[in-house]
């Protein structure tokens, strides 16, 4: 074996353990997230609060994400990817362990766990963004196709609600949410040293200088870079439709999944780990769709099964809780919803992928996020006034049908036929294809 054929293959594996190492710190950072949405609610029920009071605390915990989202994007392309990946990651855990040494010290108000739930959110988005555009290169470098490894960072997700869920609920039916917040802190701080350690050769691997930033040296200022970024989501028909369904699909399933469910969960069912049954089952079978979708995504129309699969995601499961569906039929419900899942955002991340310049991905990918998550905030608020006005059943009934209406939108044809673009494989890798 020739040197060069020795340095080659050397460069390749350490390419596929940094993809490795990306993957495994996203699925760490967002089991926090999961553990966090599963202790902040049931921490307000035990204190007494209502289903009003809950919905706010899932509107503080949300709203971070739209920010973020919105104005990290340019910073996330500044600084450079794997810093603002770590950094993320360091401040969501300090601001996540600050809950409970406040709790368990000098006391909580209602208004400071409000205030850290807001801060430990921050940052949520720049970090996750950070990691995605760190993708196509590794993809390209440990041969991977673009589809299967945006399949494997949202399936590093689906793995996240699985694992996250199921300790999430265990810990708080047993000690409690203030000791799985302790355990929620370490987990951010995992991931940060997991990046900072093993994602470190990204551009060496690349053949590009160690300078802090994946991008060209930034000349323009912040606001103008995320003027470019907004104007390119704007002006790009297809990235509008996509923002608008996934914001209205989000709104629904934060009014679903944040307060209604743990609602249903505390009254009807056996508490936390009812809950984290369903949502490890959610996550589980998303992985198992993930996975199984991986191997066809590149033979099978992205249109037409992005819509039905959309529509199996939330309609028959809310209609399950609509009727007040027995414990097993609501599981399996929510595996047939996390199945359909699966293929959904692989689809959708691919064709952002190929859709937007590799230079302003971080504020572009900051902005579509930030749009998608705009109702979240008011969702979880909604959900909780529906529940306190016309009831948990009614409420899910119609999150069922409008679901389902609105996820069958992409079969209507116009700007959704640009989904089926196929762009070459120089493109799909750089960007470079992106109007």
């Not at 951010?188 to 160690?210: C, G, N, R």
């Not at 028909?237 to 249903?264: C, E, H, K, Q, W």
């Not at 599981?331 to 199945?339: C, I």
Request: include cysteine; aromatic fraction near 6%; proline fraction near 5%.
């Amino acid at each position: 074996m020739t040197k060069n054929n020795a340095d080659h293959r050397l460069r390749d594996r350490r390419a596929t353990a940094s993809l490795s190492a990306l993957l495994a710190a996203h699925a760490i950072s967002q089991t926090g997230n999961v553990v966090t949405a599963f202790a902040v609610p049931f921490y307000v029920l035990g204190l007494g609060g209502s289903g009003f009071d809950v919905g706010i605390a899932a509107f503080f915990a949300t709203v971070p994400v739209v920010v973020g989202g919105a104005l990290g994007g340019v910073v996330v392309d500044r600084v450079g990817h794997r810093r603002a990946a770590i950094v993320a990651d360091l401040v969501s855990g300090a601001a996540v362990l600050a809950i409970p040494v406040l709790a368990l010290t000098v006391g909580l108000p209602f208004w400071s766990l409000l205030l850290l739930v807001f801060a430990g959110g921050l940052l949520d988005t720049p970090g996750q963004t950070a990691r995605r555009v760190m993708l196509p290169k590794l993809t390209a470098r440990a041969g991977v196709r673009l589809e299967q490894s945006v399949g494997l960072l949202d399936g590093s997700e689906r793995f996240a609600k699985l694992i996250g869920a199921s300790i999430a609920g265990l810990l708080v039916a047993s000690v409690g949410p203030i000791a799985a917040l302790f355990v929620n802190a370490a987990t951010f701080a995992v991931s940060a040293l997991l990046t900072w350690t093993f994602v470190a050769a990204v551009p060496a691997l690349l053949d590009q200088p160690e300078t802090g930033n994946d991008a060209d040296p930034p000349h323009a200022s912040y606001w103008s870079d995320l003027a470019e970024g907004f104007r390119f989501v704007i002006r790009d028909p297809l990235m509008r439709l996509i923002v608008g369904l996934v914001l209205f699909t989000n709104l629904l399933d934060a009014a679903r999944g944040s307060t209604l469910m743990p609602l249903y969960a505390n009254d009807r069912l056996d508490g936390a780990a009812a809950l984290g049954l369903l949502v490890a089952v959610m996550g589980g079978c998303a992985l198992v769709g993930n996975i199984a979708f991986g191997f066809v995504a590149h033979r099978v129309p992205r249109r037409s099964t992005l819509a039905v699969c959309f529509a199996l995601a939330g309609g028959p499961s809310s209609a399950a809780f609509a009727v007040g569906a027995p414990l097993p039929v609501l599981v399996a419900m929510t595996a047939l919803s996390g199945l359909a899942a699966g293929a959904i955002n692989p689809i959708l991340g691919t064709v952002e992928l190929e859709r937007v310049p590799e230079h302003m991905r971080g504020r572009v990918f900051g902005l579509i996020n930030a749009g998608a998550w705009a109702g979240v905030p008011f969702g979880a608020l909604l959900g909780g006034i529906a529940a306190d006005t016309i009831g948990l059943p009614l409420a899910f009934g119609i999150i069922a049908v409008v679901y389902t209406l609105v996820t069958l939108s992409p079969l209507t044809g116009g700007s959704w036929t640009h989904m089926e673009r196929r762009p070459d494989k120089t493109a799909t890798i750089d960007g470079s294809n992106a109007r």
